[in-house]
């Protein structure tokens, strides 16, 4: 395996629909309606929707992130294989039982078709659907980064039972297939880019390096190595390097 | 201030990265990599995470960085103070950040000129939009272009 290839296969989902566990095709997805663990104390629901973009107009808590849902299947985080799924992707709202929105600065809550932009790099697309994953807090919660990666967290571990069917789908079944080679230019002139993150505190964070692309568990938070640089590869960013907690 | 729904870089966006898509498929610039730095709220650490970036930088013999950021306000200050570290070194450096109608910079620089506005909203304001006003495709093109320009205006040679 060359540690200077990333090759993404990409599977097109053509229907996402509630079923009673987990179950992925090469081009179709079953998800529970519900999370299938217990959620921790501090919340007191999760509500799962699927959603199409082009008729959304109904009320959300605030958009906390916008997620793809892919993951590692041969070598490790910017190398080696990668299996994704297109034409399905993950919002995550949330707020507390009084409607008290979880965010930093400035609230998205409001009828969704009214604060999102479709089709943008960092927004699904209007052909997508869209899992909808709300959580809800208990009222009176601490909110802090602890409480906040809590929230991000549950909504991964709701995602992780679809990365491990999609680990098992077999690589010449993929709609695209895609080999990214780091490769240098020697001779022409040396060009680097910084990207200037947040990371002071709750919902106002970033998590590196997760396990998954993507992916919150074995993630290191910007703020735990108090916000010094760190050099990524294009491959590790365009491999799921960083979950924003913004 | 800080970051606003409609410029938060979602894991997606990050996942998509357009700036990083842009730069590191132009076979006109040897593509380095990404260097991720955060925005402590202490001063003496925003100067010295900023100081640390020149140094990498620096250290690979970059000739050129385009620095981005996805809020406004108090990031301003490592945002800036990041930019005359990198252009201390000699290296040509260009930055994209919302502006708008709203997020002017309150002191100017040599530097700040050499900053692109991302805002996309018509009226140039934080519209609570997730997705609105991020940085695009467009937007990553004109500034590695802008960076070419700067680069051989500063007379950078490859070593």
Redesign the interface.
């Given at each position: 395996m060359k540690k200077n290839t990333l090759n993404i296969k990409a599977f097109s989902m053509q229907s996402v629909k509630f079923g009673t566990e987990y179950h992925l095709t090469k081009n179709s997805l079953e998800i529970p309606d519900h999370a299938l663990f217990d959620l921790d104390d501090r919340l007191k629901e999760m509500t799962i929707k699927l959603v199409d973009p082009r008729d959304c107009h109904f009320e959300i808590n605030?958009?906390m992130?916008?997620?793809?849902i892919?993951t590692k299947v041969l070598g490790e985080l910017g190398y080696g294989l990668t299996h994704t799924l297109t034409g399905v992707?993950v919002i995550l709202t949330g707020a507390d039982e009084t409607g008290v929105q979880l965010?930093?600065?400035?609230?998205?809550d409001?009828y969704l078709d009214?604060?999102?932009?479709?089709g943008?790099?960092?927004?699904?697309d209007l052909d997508d659907v869209v899992i909808l994953i709300d959580v809800v807090l208990k009222e009176n919660f601490e909110f802090n980064r602890d409480t906040c990666e809590m929230v991000f967290r549950t909504a991964d571990k709701f995602l992780q039972p679809i990365r491990e069917e999609l680990k098992m789908l077999m690589g010449r079944d993929a709609t695209d297939d895609i080999e990214y080679v780091?490769?240098?230019?020697?001779?022409?002139?040396?060009?680097?880019?910084?990207?200037?993150?947040?990371?002071?505190?709750a919902m106002?964070d970033?998590i590196?390096f997760p396990k998954e692309?993507?992916g919150i568990e074995k993630g290191i938070s910007?703020?735990d190595?108090?916000?010094?640089?760190?050099?990524?590869?294009?491959n590790e960013?365009?491999d799921?390097?960083?979950?924003?907690l913004? | 201030?800080?970051?606003?729904?409609?410029t938060?870089?979602?894991?997606?966006?990050?996942?998509?990265?357009?700036?990083?898509?842009e730069?590191?498929n132009d076979?006109?610039?040897?593509?380095?990599?990404?260097?991720?730095?955060?925005?402590?709220?202490d001063n003496y650490?925003k100067n010295l995470?900023g100081k640390?970036?020149s140094v990498?930088?620096d250290a690979?013999?970059?000739?050129?960085?385009?620095?981005?950021?996805?809020?406004w306000g108090n990031?301003d200050v490592?945002?800036i103070n990041?930019m005359a570290e990198?252009g201390d070194k000699g290296i040509s450096i260009v930055g994209l950040k919302f502006i708008g109608a709203q997020a002017g910079f309150v002191v100017e620089n040599e530097y700040t000129k050499f900053v692109e506005d991302i805002n996309k909203s018509p009226a140039g304001i934080?519209t609570?939009?997730?997705?609105?006003n991020?940085l695009?495709?467009k937007d990553a093109h004109k500034a590695?272009g802008l960076?070419?320009l700067k680069?051989r205006h500063d007379g950078?040679v490859?070593?």
């Open positions: 605030t958009i992130d916008v997620m793809p892919s992707n965010h930093e600065f400035g609230s998205s409001g009214q604060k999102i932009m479709f943008r790099d960092g927004t699904p780091d490769t240098q230019n020697p001779g022409q002139p040396k060009v680097a880019v910084v990207k200037e993150v947040a990371g002071q505190g106002y970033n590196i692309p993507a910007i703020i190595m108090d916000n010094m640089p760190v050099l990524l590869t294009a960013y365009r799921g390097a960083i979950h924003a913004v | 201030m800080g970051i606003g729904p409609s938060k870089e979602t894991t997606l966006h990050h996942f998509h990265d357009p700036l990083v898509r730069v590191s076979p006109d610039v040897d593509f380095l990599g990404v260097i991720l730095v955060g925005t402590p709220q650490l995470v640390r970036v990498w930088l690979m013999r970059a000739n050129g960085a385009i620095i981005s950021a996805d809020g990031s490592d945002f990041t990198i934080e609570e939009v997730v997705g609105e991020n695009d495709s590695l960076l070419k680069m950078q490859v070593h």
